[in-house]
C-alpha cells in the first residue's frame, strides 16, 4: 500500500486528513504522529516534513504537508466521492472557505484548544484568563461569519458535503474538551450534528479514543 497518513488524530488538523481519507474511502496505511511523545521531531519524520508538524501524506514518493491540501488532494484523486466540486465556481466557493478555515477559523479555535486542552496535556499549567479572553474574541466573530453563511444551507457549498466541510467541521471535535461557545450559533449546531453523523466521521473519531496505543 503506498498511501500513508502520518497523523495524531486528537488534532483537528489530524482528524480532517484521517476523516477525508475515510470519505473517499482510499486504503491507507496509519502512521501514529504522538506529538506528547515528540514524534514530530523524528530525524525520519523531518525529512517528510520539515516544519516538524503534522499531518503529512505519503503517496509512493511524493510527500504531502498541510491538512487542507491534503484534504484536497484526496478530494481530488477520488472524484467519485464528490468532495471536490465539478463546478469552477463551486470550487472555488469551497477553496475560499478552506483559506478562511487556515486564515480565521483554525486561529480561532486553536487559542481555546491550546489553553483549554494542550495545557493541560502537556503539564503546562492552567488556562491564561487573558489569552482565554482573546480566544472567545476571535471565536465569535469567525463563528457569526459562518453561522450567517450556513443559514439554509445543508453544507458549506452546494447540497452535499465538499472539502471545506471537512476542513472546517473538524474543529468541532474540540467542542467539549475546549469548551467551544456554540450556544449562540443554531446553524453551526444543526450542520455539525449532520457531521457527526456521517460513517466517516464516526470512524475517524473511534481513533482518538487512544491515539498512543495505536
Not at 498511501?3 to 474511502?25: E, N, T
Not at 504531502?64 to 463546478?87: M, Q, R
Not at 486564515?103 to 483549554?116: G, H, N, V
Request: hydrophobic residues 45%.
Amino acid at each position: 500500500m503506498t498511501l500513508k497518513i502520518h497523523a495524531f488524530p486528537l488534532s483537528p488538523r489530524g482528524f480532517k486528513a484521517l476523516w477525508a481519507v475515510h470519505h473517499v474511502g482510499a486504503g491507507y496505511e496509519f502512521r501514529l504522529v504522538d506529538l506528547m511523545k515528540g514524534d514530530q521531531l523524528r530525524p525520519d519524520y523531518v525529512v517528510l516534513n520539515p516544519n516538524k508538524k503534522m499531518p503529512t501524506l505519503e503517496d509512493g514518493g511524493f510527500a504531502l504537508w498541510e491538512s487542507n491540501a491534503i484534504v484536497e488532494y484526496l478530494a481530488s484523486k477520488h472524484p467519485d466521492a464528490g468532495l471536490a466540486p465539478a463546478d469552477a465556481q463551486m470550487r472555488a466557493s469551497a477553496l475560499q472557505w478552506m483559506f478562511w478555515e487556515s486564515t480565521t477559523w483554525d486561529p480561532a479555535c486553536a487559542i481555546l484548544a491550546f489553553e483549554r486542552v494542550v495545557k493541560g496535556m502537556f503539564g503546562r499549567g492552567a488556562p491564561d484568563p487573558i489569552e482565554v479572553e482573546k480566544g472567545l474574541q476571535k471565536f465569535n466573530v469567525a463563528a457569526g461569519v459562518l453561522n450567517g453563511h450556513l443559514k439554509g444551507r445543508s453544507f458549506m457549498c452546494g447540497d452535499r458535503l465538499s472539502m471545506a466541510d471537512i476542513s472546517i467541521g473538524a474543529a468541532l471535535t474540540l467542542t467539549e474538551p475546549a469548551q467551544l461557545p456554540l450556544e449562540d450559533y443554531p446553524e453551526i449546531r444543526r450542520w455539525g450534528a449532520s457531521l457527526e453523523a456521517l460513517p466517516s466521521w464516526r470512524k475517524t473519531r473511534a481513533m482518538q479514543a487512544a491515539p498512543a496505543a495505536a
